[in-house]
Every structure is written in structure tokens, then in C-alpha cells.
């Protein structure tokens, strides 16, 4: 295992965040986007930019973003994700700050690695739980996108679990995540969502910021191994 780095800031997280901030105040400014749907979008951000540097501040983040994603989300439709915020993430924040606190050495967060035969079980039961809950929310008269709606949902569930435990792999499920709940709102904004640009940049800062945390974890931990 390998304890997280407590350090400065560097000049990647600052940059990236500033420029995605930027960009979401100029949605919000230009198409009349609600400015909380800003503050949803600045505390997500903020919550996995910590969470990629194993930071205990990202649950705090972490609870207004999610409350606030399911109200938006609920206005629009998408009630998986509804269920998924409120009923998941909201106690597996607290549940995930308690856990993380106890593996806190120094005031660093230790990371670990999964085998490959857990991976591939985890890859097989996303599948297997996206199928059946897009299954069920086809027969929801308002929703949309089901299927779309179920695998974010699922994968979001397996990811959150994994970071919860520390496992540098969540990062590989978040990725596979982002680029979905991309084209989830890219098509809710083609359909009229008033909210859909803003969470487009939303989760676009997020995939970025995943493919960076997946680099920063993988790299602790084979410093580990070394």
C-alpha cells in the first residue's frame, strides 16, 4: 500500500480547476443556466479534485454536490440517478469519511490494489446490474434514456464502493462512468434540459480529473511495490 500525497497543490490541479470554473461561470452567465446549478457543478469538482489527492475535505464537498445533483437530476427526469443520490451517496459519505479517517497515517491516506480476478467479477455484476435496472426503469412512464440512466447508475454504485475501500481502481469505473454520463445530458440538452450544458462541462471536468486520479493512485502504488 502507499500513502497519499499530503502536499501543495500542483500546478495541473490549479489550472484545470480555474479553467473549468471559468467555463461553467460563462454557461451560467450566457444561457441563463441557475447559479445552483453552478454550485453543483463547483462542488463536485472540488470533491473529486480532493478525492484524487486523498483528501478528507471531498465528503464535505461530496454531501452538498450530491444533494443538490438530485434535485437537478429529479427535474430532469432521471430518476435513477434520483434514487442513487439520495439512497447511496448520501450515507455512503458518511460511511466513506469514517473509513477514510480511520486509514489516515500522518495525516495521509493509505491506497491499495485490487487483483484481477475482483476486477473482472466487479466488470461482470456493472453488466448484469445495469441490464436489470434498465429493465426496470423502461416501464417508469417519465423517464429517460433508461438503459443510459441504469449503467451510470450501476457503474457510480461500484466505483463509490471502491474508493469507500480505497482501491485505486475506482478511478478505471469512473472514467468508463464520465464518458456516459457525458452523452446521458448531452442528449437530455438536445431534448430541451436547461440545465444540460452546465452539467456537460460538470462531468467533463470529472473524467479529466479521473484519468489524472487513476495516473496519481497507480503511481503511489507502484512506488509501493518498487
Given at each position: 500500500?502507499?500513502?497519499?500525497?499530503?502536499?501543495?497543490?500542483?500546478?495541473?490541479?490549479?489550472?484545470?480547476?480555474?479553467l473549468?470554473?471559468?467555463?461553467?461561470?460563462?454557461?451560467?452567465?450566457?444561457?441563463?443556466?441557475?447559479?445552483?446549478?453552478?454550485?453543483?457543478?463547483?462542488?463536485?469538482?472540488?470533491?473529486?479534485?480532493?478525492?484524487?489527492?486523498?483528501?478528507?475535505?471531498?465528503?464535505?464537498?461530496?454531501?452538498?454536490?450530491?444533494?443538490?445533483?438530485?434535485?437537478?437530476?429529479?427535474?430532469?427526469?432521471?430518476?435513477?440517478?434520483?434514487?442513487?443520490?439520495?439512497?447511496?451517496?448520501?450515507?455512503?459519505?458518511?460511511?466513506?469519511?469514517?473509513?477514510?479517517?480511520?486509514?489516515?497515517?500522518?495525516?495521509?491516506?493509505?491506497?491499495?490494489?485490487?487483483?484481477v480476478?475482483?476486477?473482472?467479477?466487479i466488470?461482470?455484476?456493472?453488466?448484469?446490474?445495469?441490464?436489470?435496472?434498465?429493465?426496470?426503469?423502461?416501464?417508469?412512464p417519465?423517464?429517460?434514456?433508461?438503459?443510459?440512466?441504469?449503467?451510470?447508475?450501476?457503474?457510480?454504485?461500484?466505483?463509490?464502493?471502491?474508493?469507500?475501500?480505497?482501491f485505486?481502481?475506482?478511478?478505471?469505473?469512473?472514467?468508463?462512468?464520465?464518458?456516459?454520463?457525458?452523452?446521458?445530458?448531452?442528449?437530455?440538452?438536445?431534448?430541451?434540459?436547461?440545465?444540460?450544458?452546465?452539467?456537460?462541462?460538470?462531468?467533463?471536468a470529472?473524467?479529466?480529473?479521473?484519468?489524472?486520479?487513476?495516473?496519481?493512485?497507480?503511481?503511489?502504488?507502484?512506488?509501493?511495490?518498487?
Amino acid at each position: 500500500m502507499k500513502k497519499a500525497e499530503a502536499g501543495h497543490w500542483r500546478w495541473f490541479e490549479v489550472a484545470w480547476l480555474i479553467l473549468f470554473t471559468a467555463v461553467a461561470i460563462g454557461f451560467t452567465v450566457l444561457s441563463k443556466d441557475s447559479w445552483f446549478g453552478f454550485t453543483v457543478f463547483l462542488t463536485g469538482v472540488l470533491c473529486v479534485v480532493l478525492t484524487a489527492k486523498g483528501k478528507l475535505a471531498s465528503y464535505g464537498f461530496g454531501m452538498y454536490n450530491t444533494v443538490g445533483y438530485a434535485y437537478l437530476a429529479y427535474s430532469n427526469g432521471l430518476f435513477g440517478e434520483v434514487m442513487l443520490n439520495l439512497l447511496f451517496f448520501v450515507p455512503m459519505n458518511i460511511v466513506g469519511f469514517i473509513l477514510w479517517r480511520r486509514n489516515y497515517q500522518g495525516g495521509q491516506l493509505t491506497m491499495r490494489k485490487m487483483d484481477v480476478r475482483s476486477l473482472l467479477l466487479i466488470g461482470a455484476l456493472c453488466i448484469g446490474g445495469t441490464l436489470l435496472l434498465g429493465l426496470g426503469l423502461s416501464f417508469i412512464p417519465a423517464q429517460n434514456s433508461p438503459y443510459i440512466d441504469a449503467l451510470t447508475t450501476v457503474l457510480s454504485i461500484a466505483a463509490t464502493i471502491l474508493m469507500v475501500r480505497r482501491f485505486k481502481e475506482q478511478w478505471l469505473l469512473y472514467i468508463v462512468l464520465n464518458i456516459f454520463t457525458v452523452l446521458l445530458w448531452s442528449i437530455r440538452t438536445l431534448e430541451g434540459s436547461a440545465d444540460g450544458l452546465l452539467m456537460i462541462v460538470m462531468w467533463s471536468a470529472y473524467l479529466v480529473n479521473a484519468a489524472y486520479g487513476y495516473y496519481n493512485w497507480n503511481k503511489g502504488v507502484k512506488e509501493a511495490s518498487a
